[in-house]
Structures are given as structure tokens and as C-alpha cells.
């Protein structure tokens, strides 16, 4: 299976940056391949254009789209699964991961059917994890992890994607009392990601 991590954090010296070892760790373990847009690393521009935004608005399909986008829609177009991998900044992604949807997901590639341009195609499992510093308790009880399910699982994965899923990695603020437990579900994950996948190299698989 191949897997694209989305990876938005500025700092290699971040608790989500380790997360991020050990999910590479994890899909190498369990022979599946990998790419990563790292988008700080890439200093992928999060701004729309005004080119861009008259495509999108106005239909001016004249308008290119940019080669940064279209490398993107390469990787996706490569994957079979996708894991977007972030810190909760405020009770949202980091503004640059915000950008790549605004951007990566163009007009009759992510929606609505334009003849002559081709579509994203249908991903078999999405993962959005993020790690808090707020337990994961305090964000249930305050309502927050609720919404940002809402905001990533039904509009920005929808029906995208056949199997989705959140995982918070919440309580960041007391690293060691959670890590273990993160390191589980970040195990979990990728297994479940296999388990679902078209590909499964056990050839039960019917794709
Ligand atoms: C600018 C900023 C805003 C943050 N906002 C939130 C927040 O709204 N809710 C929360 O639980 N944690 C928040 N945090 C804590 C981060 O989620 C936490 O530091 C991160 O998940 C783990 O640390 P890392 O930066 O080492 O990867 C924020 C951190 C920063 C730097």
C-alpha cells in the first residue's frame, strides 16, 4: 500500500515530529511504502493567489494550475491511503496545512465533476492525527475535539476518502504520562490501515 503523510510542523525537534518517526517506523514495519509532504521542510505556500482563486471562483480554467499544487495532486494521485499529521494550534491545523486544502484541493480535482480535468481519486483509509496539549478528556468536555472532527472528518476528508478516522494525541503538556499510550495507537493505525487495504499482502485483497 502506499501511504502520503501530510506533515505540518515547523520544528524536527517536536514531540509531533517524533510521532512522525514512529509512523514511518511503522510502515516500513509493516512493508507498505511512503512519502511525506513536509510542509515547512518544503516551504509549501499556503496563500491562494488571485490566479488561483479566479480559477476556483470564476471557472477561468485558463489560469494554470501552480506546479507546487500539481506535485501535490502526483503524490495523492500515487497513494492509496492518506495521514494528515499536525499540533493543535488553537483548536485548528497549523494556517500552512489550512493552506495546502485551500489550495491542493482545486476545483474538479477535489470538487465538482469539469469535464477535461481530472478528478482526486477515491482514497481507501484517512487518518487525521493530532497531538494537544489539552487532555483528550478536557477537549471532549469542552466541545472542541467534537468540532474539530467535524471540520476534518466530514468537509475536508468526506466522502473522499471509504475509511476515515481522527485521532487525537491529546496531554502533550505531560509528555511522559502519554506517549506510551500514543505510541500504541500509532500503531494501531497503520495496522488498521492494512487491514483495510485493497493490497493486503495476506491476497485476500480484492483489488
Ligand atoms: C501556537 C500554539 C497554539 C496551541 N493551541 C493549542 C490548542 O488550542 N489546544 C491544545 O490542546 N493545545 C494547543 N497547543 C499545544 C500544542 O498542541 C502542543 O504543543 C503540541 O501538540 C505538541 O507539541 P509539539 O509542538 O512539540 O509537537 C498550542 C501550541 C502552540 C505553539
Known sequence: MNILVIFCHPSKKSYTFQILE?????????????????????????????????????????????????????????????????????????????????????????????SGIKKMKKFNYGAVICTAGYSNSQLNEMGIAQSMKTIMLKDKLGDRFNNKKMFILGGTLDINGVKDNHAEVIANIIKEMSATSPNRVDGSASN
Open 22 to 114: 514512529q509512523i514511518k517506523a511503522e510502515i516500513y514495519k509493516q512493508k507498505h511504502s511512503v512519502k511525506v509532504s513536509d510542509l515547512y521542510e518544503m516551504n509549501f505556500q499556503s496563500d491562494m493567489t488571485e490566479q488561483e482563486y479566479e480559477r476556483e471562483a470564476f471557472s477561468n480554467f485558463d489560469n494554470e494550475i501552480p506546479n507546487d499544487v500539481k506535485i501535490e495532486h502526483e503524490k495523492l494521485d500515487w497513494a492509496n491511503s492518506v495521514i494528515f499529521l499536525y499540533p493543535v494550534w488553537w483548536s485548528n491545523c497549523p494556517a500552512k496545512l489550512k493552506g495546502w486544502f485551500d489550495r491542493v484541493y482545486s476545483v474538479g480535482y477535489a470538487y465538482k465533476n469539469i
